[in-house]
């Protein structure tokens, strides 16, 4: 009798598995994707107006709410005053002049905390009811974890930059370090890929269980001659990415005003070695002059230089390479909008550089970045396989 019932329940249990997550799913992490891409563009602001040390304490409910009264202000801004960005370099500033970099490090942060919270609470009702798989929530539960991780990885950037340390090093700027801002960039990178894949199978899930996914598409992918195009779309995701990661170096050194003219740096096409290899970037117990790599602002923008005309070159290698291709629609349509995005982000990169970083260019370079990125997941899930 027990062994009946409890097979009763096993059945009933297997019969209220979700097979198939419903669309509203995917349109929210659809939602919660851009709300990163827009964050990703409000810190790349942040980070020009130089407004990211503005607010020096982390009040997760209290610091919603900015400060009202004229008191208020002046509180803050004395805090301000205590850390070495007010000290070293705007000790000209007045209080009108704070309001406007603490209102974008606040925005900043309020969009982060508006992005937790549209990840979070939709998510407890969709698994309460049952609207997801368990595939889907697994997915969802690293999305919700690493969005809880960038929370703090955005507070030990700030920290970086808040150290009194900085008052003892002769000519020391006061900034974040550039370890942590990229850091910061990647697990944003991160957020935004899971979503846009998890959402992206759950839309051609549905059409699949439906039944109205193309099979003539579908054949087409699952062709063997697409097999090396598919590899080459993955290794050209793997270089956008970290071509995207060494702008965040870039950015945190403030690299890009280095070497201001385009294709060359200086008098060269590669600045001088001593300046690419420099000892004073060793430090005690290192083996070699590969702190160079990171840390060196010359280097580091020669770097992004040349990972970014790698990236071109790879990408125009592999729209030139689709054109002999039987791809369907919706890949030519991504591999179309990648090679746009790539010429697109080289022309902005360039305009940054030799206009010398202007707060518009950068923000819309740093945009730029994302946009190709996303043009290659759309890319790739474009070609994956489908088993109808």
Partial sequence: MAHCIGGSAAAATAAKEVKVTKPIVAYWLYFNAAMVY??????????????GLSIVEWNVISGMKAPRSEQEWRDE??????????????RHMELEDFKGIFYWEWGHRNIGRFIGMSIILPAIYFAKRGYMTRTVKKQVLFIASVMGF???????MVKSGLNEALMKEVGAVPRVSQYRLTAHLCTAFVIYA????????????NKIASGVYPKEVASMLNSPILNRFRKYTHTLG????????????????????????????????????????NSHYVKDGDKGKWRNLLENPTTVQFDHRTLAEFTAVATAALWGY????????????????MMLAAAAQVTLGICTLIYMVPISLGA??????LAL????????????????
Wanted: charged residues 20%; without cysteine.
């Fill in 322 to 337: 689709s054109r002999r291709l039987p791809l369907p629609k919706n890949a030519k349509n991504a591999v179309n909008t």
């Fill in 150 to 156: 960038q929370g703090f990885m955005g507070w030990y």
């Fill in 364 to 369: 819309a370079h740093q945009a730029g970045a």
């Fill in 77 to 90: 801004f004395e805090k301000y005053k205590q850390f070495p960005e007010y000290k070293l370099l705007n």
């Fill in 38 to 51: 827009a964050i990703v563009v409000v810190g790349g602001l942040t980070r020009l107006t130089e407004s």
């Fill in 194 to 205: 899971a979503a846009i894949f998890s959402a992206a199978d759950i839309v051609r899930a």
């Fill in 238 to 277: 793997g270089l956008i990415f970290i071509t995207a990661l060494s702008g965040g170096l870039v950015a945190g050194l403030d690299a890009g005003l280095i070497y201001t003219e385009y294709p060359k740096m200086g008098e060269g096409y590669i600045p001088p070695k001593d300046e690419l290899w």
């Fill in 373 to 388: 990125l996303t043009s290659n997941f759309w890319l790739i899930h474009a070609l994956r396989k489908v088993r109808l």
